[in-house]
């Protein structure tokens, strides 16, 4: 029964945050890699967005990091997201440990997918443990699909920081748009986006939403990912077991 809820949690964990999380928020991005500097005249919120979703398209890997500030992520009524890190390669491979609650009782787990198999981490003796194909969490999820549909869904995009360094962009997406991630969205609802962009690349490095998606969530959650090392890794080692 634990063994099967922990499954869950980390196949909808991480086509939430893997997937959804992070390429929605990619995804709010798009262009080239033409520096900033080259062009000193006014850029739009669009184009910084369709610039960086452009860059973002070109990266091989990067290192993810999700936390809660308030709150955390309910992806059913038994199983919510406290927290996530680790290595994503091409959206198809990808190294990530988290920690949960499963009916309020805390877990910390993890799941391994490569080319060749895909694991999971036993939270009761730590012990990684291999499982069906069929359950790869990435197979839950298209990310190109994904990327067009939220893409077009986010409004309202104004710069509220610029700086020698980095954009700062703020935009709402509807809870809608969340419906295959987190059960029962709230009709007619938005939740807040803060993405933060590099100016030497495009980049996005931080992406903050806050608001709560669904009832179970709190008024003021607020969830926080960052995005780094990119393209440091080339592929994800199998565990030891």
């Known amino acids: 029964m634990i063994q099967n809820n922990i499954l869950k949690l980390s196949n909808l964990m991480i086509t939430y945050i893997v997937v959804n999380l992070i390429i929605i928020l990619l ?49 059913s009524t038994n199983l919510s997201l406290i927290s996530a890190k680790g290595y ?40 990684w443990e291999k499982i069906p194909e069929n359950l790869n969490p990435i197979n839950f999820f298209d990310p190109s699909e994904g990327i067009s549909n939220i893409l077009n869904d986010i409004s309202k995009p104004q710069i509220t920081e ?34 933060t962009i590099r100016k030497s690349d495009f980049l996005l490095s931080k992406a903050i939403l806050i608001g709560k998606i669904n009832n179970m969530e709190q008024d003021n959650t607020k969830r926080i990912i960052k995005l780094s090392k990119f393209n440091e890794i080339i592929s994800i080692p199998l565990p030891n077991q």
């Open 27 to 75: 995804s709010c991005n798009s262009s080239s890699n033409t520096n900033i500097y080259e062009d000193e005249k006014y850029i739009s919120p669009i184009e910084i967005l369709n610039k960086s979703s452009k860059s973002i398209e070109k990266l091989n890997s990067f290192y993810l990091d999700l936390s809660h500030e308030n709150g955390f992520t309910f992806i």
């Open 162 to 195: 610029n700086t020698t360094e980095k954009y700062v962009i703020n935009g709402i997406l509807p809870n809608k748009s969340l419906a295959s991630i987190v059960p029962e969205p709230i009709e007619e609802a938005n939740i807040e986006v803060l993405l």
């Open 88 to 127: 994503i390669i091409n959206s198809e491979e990808l190294n990530i440990e988290f920690s949960g609650l499963i009916g309020g009782i805390p877990i910390k787990s993890g799941v391994i997918v490569t080319n060749q198999s895909t694991y999971l981490k036993n939270p009761l003796n730590e012990i």
